[in-house]
């Protein structure tokens, strides 16, 4: 099995950080990001990877080179430009050819990937989803209202949760049929086009174990957690 991580995006939120470093660069503790993935998906019993990369990707390329210095083997699938997610999985196509694990390469992980693979296989699923609860509390009243525009309820602020996508898949190789060639899209497309074809999408809910690294306040906070593993030096 391979794993596809996702280190092309531009990392517009993150800048001045991103503006000489790929946003998979970005260092937490010791270890730039990219490599606790690496570590983490190589902890789950995979071992030979796809790095899709575009932005400064020679920075990558360099530190990485094989993957041999990391127990691993790395190829590298190069796009010249942004082609958002699933066009980013798009140019992984010729190295895949069975089931695969695909992340987004702009996340930590620290639950058990080895279950999720089992899971997907117990399934039989086209796609496994990596999902987490998410809760949020909404800044305005929220007000519910019947067919005649009557007014039932009004909840001052409620909370809301649901399932949130955190980026991390278990796929089958049919996939790539869905992602049009060299051009944006969307995982969600994806996604969307598999359930609209009757191919089964499974979701994994983790209760912990997953930190997102979309902007700068986000990167800090994951920056400190990982301070703190180090501990006082």
Request: aromatic share 12%; glycine share 10%; net charge positive.
């Amino acid at each position: 099995m391979k794993a596809v991580i996702l280190a092309g995006g531009l990392g517009t939120r993150l800048q001045p950080y991103t503006t000489f470093l790929p946003k998979a660069m970005l260092p937490l503790g010791e270890k730039p990001l990219l490599e606790h993935l690496i570590e983490w998906i190589k902890n789950g019993g995979v071992d030979s990877f796809v790095l899709c990369v575009s932005y400064l990707r020679r920075t990558i390329e360099d530190y990485f080179e094989d993957g041999s210095r990391f127990g691993v083997k790395i190829e590298y699938a190069v796009a010249n430009r942004p082609l958002a997610t699933a066009g980013q999985l798009k140019t992984a196509q010729e190295f895949i050819d069975d089931t695969f694990v695909c992340v987004y390469g702009d996340s930590i992980f620290e639950f058990s990937l080895r279950n999720m693979i089992n899971y997907h296989k117990m399934k039989k699923s086209f796609v496994t989803m990596g999902l987490a609860e998410y809760k949020t509390k909404l800044p305005y009243g929220f007000i519910e209202m019947d067919k005649t525009n009557r007014v039932k309820t009004w909840q001052e602020k409620p909370d809301v949760k649901g399932n949130i996508n955190i980026g991390c898949y278990v796929m089958e190789p049919g996939i790539f049929d869905l992602i049009p060639e060299g051009k944006p899209y969307g995982m969600d497309l994806v996604i969307r086009s598999a359930l609209a074809k009757k191919n089964k999408v499974s979701g994994y809910v983790i209760k912990k174990g997953f930190i997102d690294i979309g902007d700068k306040a986000s990167y800090r906070r994951a920056y400190q957690h990982y301070l703190e593993r180090l501990g006082q030096i």
